[in-house]
């Protein structure tokens, strides 16, 4: 078990005990080996994108094994860099564990790192002189503060396409500092000197900054259970749950995102780790007059969730004078993408218009520029026209032929039990779908889902049915998928 502490709480025995570990390893070039590593991984392979933080907490697991050898403490733990209280003039930084910042050339002279004890390697492994520091020169003269870190923390999904630096709502984009207040990458900056290139390792406070990282993504996995690790599939080669991650070698664990999700299982514990309570979503009620909101920070998502009692024509739109971007999930699902949209509205308002079955949806609000702030007022309304009636599927009856025609489009069914027994809705055709069947006399209820269970990649559902009206949905597996599909459902 490692137990992280607060770098700045550790007492004189912690950190005589760390830094011995750490300048063992050095000696054994066990160290310089991390710092290899790390350099020449491909950078978009373990940055600006989704495996960002499963990546890391592989590469810390690592390094804590390393210490724990060679310290013989199998509690040993790396500590983690506390931003908010972790300063220039923090405990952190004095002579027995870090040393403090370089001198007028960005030389660290102090600690035990300093020059004369300790040499940083370049990506091809050969000395490259000392350690280098410039705390708060580099356009960041300050931290992360903790109100920073709070509305980050606040942020859903992990993750969204494209995947990169550009995803947006993106809890892991966030975090990692492209957009939003800018906490991991900012750490980088602060210090300065070693710590911008890719050999950023060299100086081991790298460690203990993204033991902060790890800190903070392991208290939003506890504090959202039922947000995974995204893309689970879908996403560039290395970055879904499944995939091998780049330069990470076969070991004690995994190389997948999937092997170190869970923290606890790792034997990981945070010293002070927090469950800070859900946030409360906003609820729209259909008809009402606008809600007023505001962006109040770069980055920020607005989140709001609204009722559909039956299905029908719904419109969701925003009023004011910002520029929004609107994203529709559900239903009853916050992480199951309908559409988007930008400038549908009236100047540069966005507006979405569907027929949408009943369920829970949730609706996320940003402004179309990242660096934006900005008031808005949001609302849906039902609109008055009938809606397309939901095609229904007569049992043993003729194929309905049918067609996912766009991006995250789902089509709904309905069809009648008068006798229970066994029954199999289907898919034929060369598009890979997916299928979730609802009832009975409800869209809301899940009772069964499936998606290669049929011939070639086409779902396939057979179960005990009781009589009733049930209500089947059809999507493309993939979220961007197209394409023709034939439905039939038959008795036994």
Request: hydrophobic share 35%; proline share 9%; with cysteine.
């Given at each position: 078990?490692?137990?992280?502490?607060?770098?700045?709480?550790?007492?004189?025995?912690?950190?005589?005990?760390?830094?011995?570990?750490?300048?063992?390893?050095?000696?054994?070039?066990?160290?310089?080996?991390?710092?290899?590593?790390?350099?020449?991984?491909?950078?978009?392979?373990?940055?600006?994108?989704?495996?960002?933080?499963?990546?890391?907490?592989?590469f810390?697991?690592?390094?804590?094994?390393?210490?724990?050898?060679?310290?013989?403490?199998?509690?040993?733990?790396?500590?983690?860099?506390?931003?908010?209280?972790?300063?220039?003039?923090?405990?952190?930084?004095n002579?027995?564990?870090?040393?403090?910042?370089?001198?007028?050339?960005?030389?660290?002279?102090?600690?035990?790192?300093?020059a004369?004890?300790?040499?940083?390697?370049?990506?091809?492994?050969?000395?490259?002189?000392?350690?280098?520091?410039?705390?708060?020169?580099?356009?960041?003269?300050t931290?992360?503060?903790?109100?920073?870190?709070?509305?980050?923390?606040?942020?859903?999904?992990?993750?969204?396409?494209?995947?990169?630096?550009?995803?947006?709502?993106?809890?892991?984009?966030?975090l990692?500092?492209?957009i939003?207040?800018?906490?991991?990458?900012?750490?980088?900056?602060?210090v300065?000197?070693?710590?911008?290139?890719?050999t950023?390792?060299?100086?081991?406070?790298?460690?203990?900054?993204?033991?902060?990282?790890?800190?903070?993504?392991?208290?939003?996995?506890?504090?959202?259970?039922?947000?995974?690790?995204?893309?689970?599939?879908?996403?560039p080669?290395?970055?879904?749950?499944?995939?091998?991650?780049?330069?990470?070698?076969?070991?004690?664990?995994?190389?997948?995102?999937?092997?170190?999700?869970?923290?606890?299982?790792?034997?990981?514990?945070?010293?002070?780790?927090?469950?800070?309570?859900?946030?409360?979503?906003?609820?729209?009620?259909?008809?009402?007059?606008?809600?007023?909101?505001?962006?109040?920070?770069?980055?920020?998502?607005?989140?709001?969730?609204?009722?559909?009692?039956?299905?029908?024509?719904?419109?969701?739109?925003?009023?004011?004078?910002?520029?929004?971007?609107?994203?529709?999930?559900?239903?009853?699902?916050?992480?199951?993408?309908?559409?988007?949209?930008?400038?549908?509205?009236e100047?540069?308002?966005?507006?979405?218009?569907?027929?949408?079955?009943?369920?829970?949806?949730?609706?996320?609000?940003?402004?179309?520029?990242?660096?934006?702030?900005?008031?808005?007022?949001?609302?849906?309304?039902a609109?008055?026209?009938?809606?397309?009636?939901?095609?229904?599927?007569?049992?043993?009856?003729?194929?309905?032929?049918?067609?996912?025609?766009?991006?995250?489009?789902?089509?709904?069914?309905?069809?009648?039990?008068?006798?229970?027994?066994?029954?199999?809705?289907?898919?034929?055709g060369?598009?890979?779908?997916?299928?979730?069947?609802?009832?009975?006399?409800?869209?809301?209820?899940?009772?069964?889902?499936?998606?290669?269970?049929?011939?070639?990649?086409?779902?396939?559902?057979?179960?005990?049915?009781?009589?009733?009206?049930?209500?089947?949905?059809?999507?493309?597996?993939s979220?961007?998928?197209?394409?023709?599909?034939?439905?039939?459902?038959?008795?036994g």
């Open positions: 078990m490692a137990i992280r502490k607060d770098a700045n709480t550790l007492s004189a025995a912690e950190r005589a005990e760390f830094v011995d570990a750490i300048l063992t390893l050095k000696a054994e070039g066990i160290y310089d080996q991390f710092v290899l590593r790390h350099a020449n991984a491909i950078m978009n392979a373990i940055h600006r994108c989704p495996a960002f933080l499963p990546w890391h907490r592989r810390l697991f690592d390094l804590e094994r390393e210490l724990q050898r060679v310290s013989g403490n199998p509690n040993l733990g790396i500590p983690y860099w506390n931003w908010p209280s972790g300063g220039a003039n923090a405990a952190m930084w002579d027995d564990l870090l040393g403090g910042n370089g001198d007028a050339g960005g030389v660290v002279r102090t600690g035990p790192f300093r004369g004890q300790w040499t940083v390697v370049n990506s091809s492994g050969s000395p490259a002189g000392p350690l280098m520091r410039a705390f708060g020169q580099n356009g960041f003269p931290l992360p503060t903790q109100a920073e870190i709070n509305q980050v923390m606040a942020v859903t999904p992990y993750d969204v396409p494209s995947w990169n630096m550009n995803s947006n709502p993106s809890f892991r984009n966030q990692e500092g492209w939003g207040p800018n906490l991991h990458n900012r750490g980088h900056v602060w300065g000197g070693s710590m911008l290139p890719m950023s390792p060299n100086d081991p406070v790298f460690f203990m900054h993204h033991c902060m990282v790890d800190k903070i993504w392991h208290e939003w996995q506890l504090r959202f259970p039922n947000q995974g690790y995204l893309p689970a599939s879908g996403g080669f290395g970055q879904n749950l499944t995939d091998p991650m780049d330069s990470t070698p076969s070991g004690q664990i995994g190389p997948r995102p999937i092997d170190v999700l869970d923290s606890t299982a790792l034997g990981i514990v945070y010293d002070d780790a927090v469950v800070q309570p859900q946030p409360e979503i906003p609820l729209l009620i259909v008809g009402a007059n606008p809600m007023q909101a505001d962006i109040g920070a770069p980055g920020e998502v607005d989140v709001f969730r609204f009722e559909v009692p039956s299905f029908g024509p719904y419109t969701l739109f925003t009023t004011g004078s910002s520029d929004t971007f609107m994203t529709l999930f559900g239903p009853n699902d916050p992480n199951i993408e309908v559409t988007s949209n930008d400038d549908g509205g100047n540069l308002n966005s507006q979405i218009g569907r027929n949408l079955s009943a369920g829970t949806y949730y609706l996320r609000i940003r402004l179309f520029s990242p660096s934006a702030t900005g008031n808005y007022a949001v609302a849906v309304r609109e008055g026209n009938a809606p397309n009636p939901i095609p229904e599927l007569v049992v043993d009856g003729a194929s309905i032929n049918a067609a996912i025609a766009a991006a995250n489009e789902s089509d709904l069914y309905r069809f009648t039990i008068t006798t229970g027994g066994i029954y199999t809705i289907q898919t034929t060369t598009t890979d779908t997916f299928m979730t069947l609802h009832g009975p006399n409800s869209q809301l209820p899940e009772i069964a889902r499936n998606d290669d269970g049929g011939a070639s990649f086409n779902a396939r559902i057979r179960r005990q049915i009781s009589p009733g009206e049930y209500f089947v949905r059809i999507r493309h597996f979220p961007v998928g197209t394409g023709p599909y034939s439905i039939r459902i038959t008795r």
